[in-house]
């Protein structure tokens, strides 16, 4: 079975954190992912946004690699996934919580960092604060709010102080002033060195990403950031842009 | 009342059921099936088999009666067999199999009041007390103008005074081993893979040989307090005093155990990892905790059926007797019955096979649990 270790972090390949190429996930009769080439430098935050079942989650997971593509490939910090072992160096807080409702916040945390390899107290002190919930340590999940179970489940994910991290909706049901705070994470993870893809099918969060990849269908819409998909759809804000891009028709072209 | 909520809420009822067919389906095949089957297990019943050994003690005196009972067995179809012609071999040929019961004919049978000593296994009781009816009514047919006999049971394993617990314990044991551990784990992993933590435990680099092997050792401890305490519990008798206005009583069965506790407890332990493994693997083909309980009448009924809980193995019909032979169960609880009835040790050969098989059955369901985590849920 081997010792299984994650690759070593000196020898950072040059290319791309994450790339796919001609990316197709099939389900029965259905492309949830349906021809994807993006290529993501390291470092930045990536913003996936689309409507429900446009194939935000299945992109992300085939990133993660906890799917296989029909066809097609993905590629993180120059591994070609499914990768078991790059797996350490990955992030990935899922849609659902995820958390065991029986343990304390402290438990759930400390078993998915035992988990990834790096059962670190400080790491986990740290990151608790971050998600504010460093005074419930020993509350156990079925009493947090649904909020502050996103924010555990978030904290969960960075826990091992991963390179590459996947948040599928990471924000739902957490406060504005919350939200504010973790996004100023995200970006001082970023600002370290950290590639995060964020997925969201609130627009507004947009803005904060470096580059935004508009998906419908499986496929892209439109690609770059917030100001360069607005001037490309030619609206004001980048609702709009979406549903232009779509093909819907909006109040905001007739106004 | 509003009729119409009322009413709503059993067309909900119905719709679900028509969402999950295999619910509506188990509502109303399980237990024709099981009836079936019990009604084919109780029908088909083997008569039990009875090969019966003389020997006398008193020489040329005891011929008439001998010759008296050789015809009665012949004519009720009881084959005679050879066991030498002093008790020891008598019991020799019990234990060896060759015989399930063997009368030992006293010296003083002339003497007008004579004890008549009858061997049996003791292994399962109520096997022998129906050997036993068999031969006393032999005995009553053969010495009519004879002696006045009272007849004295004498058992190679176990005691005479065995009852139905004695063999029903081993039985109960394997059984509760296998039951429990195998609707927590079921509940348990299920859970894992609808509330997203396999998701996100795929997600880190960790092997499924981990998880499986994980949790064979996490529900492998629970089974193992249960078990020990079952067997604490089934084996031992401890009295405790009067306490106040509480009277003393006895705690624990006292079954009399004859073998080694700690080869029961490898049985069940290997019964306890197939049971942990085995639900991992049907966890996939359950979407909700209800169809967790619904695998109880398909895997654990035909077990309590059909693994010697009830009725001997032996005494199945043919064909289900080979279908029985493949199920856990069964050797969980004749491996439990060997150790504890029989005091077997690891080289008695039945034991062996019963050992192996269900470390077979667990290293099988290992592979099939694990084959069922993948990182492509889909």
């Given at each position: 079975m081997g010792t299984g270790g994650p690759a070593g972090p000196a020898t950072e390949p040059a290319g791309?954190?994450?790339?796919?190429?001609?990316?197709?996930?099939?389900?029965?009769?259905?492309?949830?992912?349906?021809?994807?080439?993006?290529?993501?430098?390291?470092?930045?935050?990536?913003?996936?946004?689309?409507?429900?079942?446009?194939?935000?989650?299945?992109?992300?997971?085939?990133?993660?690699?906890?799917a296989v593509a029909t066809s097609g490939s993905v590629t993180v910090l120059g591994t070609r996934m499914p990768s078991r072992p790059l797996l350490a160096r990955i992030g990935y807080m899922t849609q659902s919580d995820g958390l065991y409702s029986e343990l304390s916040v402290w438990e759930n945390l400390?078993?998915?960092?035992?988990?990834?390899?790096?059962?670190?107290?400080?790491?986990?002190?740290?990151?608790?604060?971050?998600?504010?919930?460093?005074?419930?340590?020993g509350r156990p999940i079925l009493q947090l709010s649904g909020g502050m179970r996103r924010r555990l489940s978030l904290a969960?994910?960075?826990?091992?102080?991963?390179?590459?991290?996947?948040?599928?909706?990471?924000?739902?049901g957490v406060d504005p002033v919350l939200r504010y705070h973790l996004w100023d994470h995200f970006r001082r993870l970023a600002?370290?060195?950290?590639?995060?893809?964020?997925?969201?099918?609130?627009?507004?969060?947009?803005?904060?990403?470096?580059?935004?990849?508009?998906?419908?269908?499986?496929?892209?819409?439109?690609?770059?950031?917030g100001a360069e998909i607005r001037r490309q759809a030619g609206t004001a804000d980048l609702e709009s842009a979406f549903l232009k891009l779509s093909g819907v028709p909006t109040r905001g072209d007739s106004q | 009342m509003s009729a119409r909520r009322i009413a709503a809420i059993a067309r909900r009822i119905a719709q679900q059921f028509r969402r999950d067919r295999r619910s509506l389906a188990l509502l109303i095949v399980a237990p024709i099936?099981?009836?079936?089957?019990?009604?084919?297990?109780?029908?088909?019943?083997?008569?039990?088999?009875?090969?019966?050994?003389?020997?006398?003690?008193?020489?040329?005196a005891d011929a008439p009666i001998q010759a008296a009972l050789n015809a009665a067995a012949t004519q009720a179809g009881v084959p005679?067999?050879?066991?030498?012609?002093?008790?020891?071999?008598?019991r020799a040929a019990v234990q060896a199999g060759r015989a399930d019961v063997v009368i030992v004919l006293p010296a003083n049978l002339a003497s007008g009041v004579a004890t008549v000593q009858l061997i049996t296994l003791g292994e399962a009781p109520a096997d022998d007390g129906a050997r036993l009816q068999i031969v006393a009514g032999l005995i009553e047919r053969a010495a009519t103008q004879g002696p006045r006999l009272t007849i004295e049971h004498e058992t190679i394993y176990g005691s005479a005074s065995a009852d139905i617990l004695d063999t029903f314990a081993p039985a109960l044991i394997g059984f509760f081993g296998f039951f429990f551990v195998f609707v927590l784990t079921g509940i348990s992993f299920l859970r894992e893979r609808t509330g997203g933590t396999l998701e996100r435990l795929l997600a880190t680099p960790v092997r499924r040989s981990e998880i499986?092997?994980?949790?064979?050792?996490?529900?492998?401890f629970f089974a193992t307090v249960q078990v020990a305490l079952i067997l604490l519990f089934a084996l031992g008798s401890l009295s405790v005093p009067r306490i106040g206005p509480v009277g003393s009583?006895?705690?624990?069965?006292?079954?009399?155990?004859?073998?080694?506790?700690?080869?029961?407890?490898?049985?069940?332990?290997?019964?306890?990892?197939?049971?942990?493994?085995?639900?991992?693997?049907?966890?996939?083909?359950?979407?909700?905790?209800?169809?967790i309980l619904e695998f109880i009448p398909i895997v654990i009924v035909p077990q309590a059926l059909l693994g010697g809980v009830f009725w001997s193995v032996d005494s199945l019909p043919d064909p289900v007797q080979a279908v029985a032979r493949l199920l856990p169960m069964t050797h969980a609880i004749d491996g439990l019955r060997a150790v504890l009835l029989r005091g077997a040790g690891m080289s008695d050969g039945t034991l062996q096979i019963d050992i192996a098989f269900l470390a077979g059955v667990a290293i099988l369901f290992v592979v099939l649990a694990g084959a069922t985590i993948r990182r492509e849920i889909a």
């Open positions: 791309p954190a994450i790339e796919t190429h001609g990316l197709r996930k099939v389900f029965g009769a259905i492309a949830a992912v349906d021809g994807i080439d993006i290529s993501f430098p390291a470092g930045r935050i990536y913003g996936l946004l689309g409507p429900n079942g446009s194939g935000k989650t299945t992109l992300i997971r085939l990133m993660a690699g906890l400390s078993f998915f960092a035992a988990m990834s390899g790096q059962p670190d107290v400080t790491a986990m002190a740290e990151i608790l604060d971050v998600v504010e919930l460093g005074d419930r340590r969960c994910a960075l826990v091992h102080r991963p390179t590459v991290v996947f948040l599928d909706e990471p924000t739902v600002t370290a060195g950290t590639t995060l893809v964020v997925s969201s099918h609130v627009m507004d969060e947009g803005d904060r990403c470096d580059e935004l990849v508009l998906i419908r269908s499986g496929r892209v819409l439109a690609m770059g950031n | 099936a099981v009836l079936a089957l019990l009604g084919y297990v109780i029908r088909d019943e083997k008569p039990i088999n009875t090969r019966l050994g003389i020997v006398s003690l008193g020489g040329p005679v067999v050879d066991v030498g012609t002093d008790a020891a071999s008598g499986v092997v994980g949790y064979s050792a996490g529900f492998g009583f006895e705690v624990g069965l006292g079954i009399a155990n004859a073998g080694s506790p700690l080869l029961a407890f490898v049985v069940i332990f290997l019964t306890a990892i197939g049971a942990v493994n085995l639900a991992i693997f049907l966890s996939t083909f359950a979407r909700t905790e209800l169809q």
